[in-house]
């Protein structure tokens, strides 16, 4: 007999695959209640609606996400290639995060924006990043790099070919590191 805490964490991990692969709009409770060996009855009961469930279930991927990472003030452009990393490796954060920006939701600021800021403005004065970057833009635009691969239109980027993920990631993080460079 499962807990509620895990028919929960089952009902989200089942709605995250349903989610992830159809959105909100395409996403069937059904589906979601079967591959959670649940009933649709207690799922309602957990999350209420279908809408409810997709907001848990992005922020939970959210927070996870940005949990994933740490920036190291002397290690900026080998933060990029950690996100990079986790967008290979769990590419249904990223496409959470993206349905809810499609589907119109507002996504809350992850709560480690502050600690992300903080070692920038650091790295900024010791003197491993640009001083003209504003800590805020450059968190922004390091993502962007990171995720650039992830977002790149042509399904032939996406491969499991070791060496060319390999040299992806080498890209974006001399990337990162031309931009943050100083002087």
Do not use: N
Not at 55 to 72: H, I, K, M, S, Y
Not at 73 to 91: C, H, M, S
């Amino acid at each position: 007999m499962r807990t509620r805490t895990e028919l929960r964490d089952e009902i989200l991990a089942a709605a995250r695959v349903e989610f992830a692969r159809y959105g909100l709009a395409g996403a069937r409770i059904d589906r979601i209640a079967r591959a959670a060996s649940a009933s649709k009855e207690r799922l309602y009961a957990h999350f209420g609606d279908k809408e409810t469930l997709f907001r848990d279930v992005v922020a939970t991927d959210g927070a996870e996400f940005f949990r994933a990472v740490q920036l190291r003030p002397d290690a900026v452009p080998e933060f990029v290639g950690d996100i990079f990393d986790l967008a290979q490796t769990r590419p249904e954060h990223l496409r959470m995060i993206t349905w809810a920006q499609l589907e119109g939701f507002p996504l809350e600021k992850p709560e480690i924006d502050g600690e992300l800021i903080a070692a920038l403005e650091l790295a900024r004065a010791q003197g491993h990043v640009d001083p003209a970057w504003e800590p805020q833009q450059l968190l922004v635009l390091l993502f962007a790099i990171a995720l650039g691969w992830a977002r790149w239109p042509d399904p032939d980027a996406v491969s499991t070919d070791a060496d060319l993920v390999a040299g992806c990631r080498a890209a974006a993080v001399e990337a990162a590191a031309r931009v943050v460079r100083p002087g």
